[in-house]
Antibody, heavy 114, light 108 residues
Framework: EVQLVESGGGLVKPGGSLRLSCATSGFTFDTAWLSWIRQAPGKGLEWVGRINDKTEGEITDYAAPVRGRFTISRDDSKNTLYLQMNNLKTEDTALYYC?????WGRGTRVTVSS | SYELTQPPSLSVSPGQTARITCSGDALPKQYAYWYQQKPGQAPVLMIQKDSERPSGISERFSGSSSGTTVTLTISGVQAEDEADYYCQSADHTGDSVVFGGGTKLTVL
């Protein structure tokens, strides 16, 4: 069974940092392209960014609102995806999902507030 | 920045056919994906690569593409289909992924 479990969310002040993790199992992690998607309260889905696999160079792409502040990485030895979030803004408040596209975690909530 | 346009809402009666459209300039070049999201739940992939139905998805769900518009069709709508539906695709370069604004399907 494919599982993705996000963790690391919480309450942080504007300008602060958080590191989200996504622990996975049940599929071949090291060949998977993985994405982070977020959903602000009462709003739609928003793509945050993605990372491709090692054979493709682990290239990352980011949405404009987070480029330069967020960094996606992966540890194939741990089957885990990461999202480092720096200089957080109130508009980053959302439920953050990791996904392979066909499988999604349940999300971890990030609240940015003073 | 690139955008995908969906109608905000659609209402249908049980047993009818629902068609949800998604428009974007790059859709002739990039695949579209459709997700269903029910309140408090993670999205579920319903259609991939414009028209492929993943394993386990009801045959009542189908996808099609014509020019700059892709369509999710739900045949014989049931109460359980009431949800938000999102299309997803990429811009012309393929480097940026975009979601449509979502369509709230109400089953009357």
């Amino acid at each position: 069974e494919v599982q993705l479990v996000e963790s690391g969310g919480g309450l942080v002040k504007p300008g602060g940092s958080l590191r989200l993790s996504c622990a996975t199992s049940g599929f071949t992690f090291d060949t998977a392209w993985l994405s982070w998607i977020r959903q602000a309260p009462g709003k739609g889905l928003e793509w945050v960014g993605r990372i491709n696999d090692k054979t493709e160079g682990e290239i990352t792409d980011y949405a404009a609102p987070v480029r330069g502040r967020f960094t996606i990485s992966r540890d194939d030895s741990k089957n885990t995806l990461y999202l480092q979030m720096n200089n957080l803004k109130t508009e980053d408040t959302a439920l953050y999902y990791c996904t392979t596209g066909s499988h999604w975690g349940r999300g971890t909530r990030v609240t940015v507030s003073s | 920045s690139y955008e995908l346009t969906q109608p905000p809402s659609l209402s249908v009666s049980p047993g009818q056919t629902a068609r949800i459209t998604c428009s974007g300039d790059a859709l002739p070049k990039q695949y579209a994906y459709w997700y269903q999201q029910k309140p408090g739940q993670a999205p579920v992939l319903m259609i991939q690569k414009d028209s492929e139905r993943p394993s386990g998805i009801s045959e009542r769900f189908s996808g099609s593409s014509s020019g700059t518009t892709v369509t999710l069709t739900i045949s014989g709508v049931q109460a359980e289909d009431e949800a938000d539906y999102y299309c997803q695709s990429a811009d012309h370069t393929g480097d940026s992924v975009v979601f449509g604004g979502g369509t709230k399907l109400t089953v009357l």
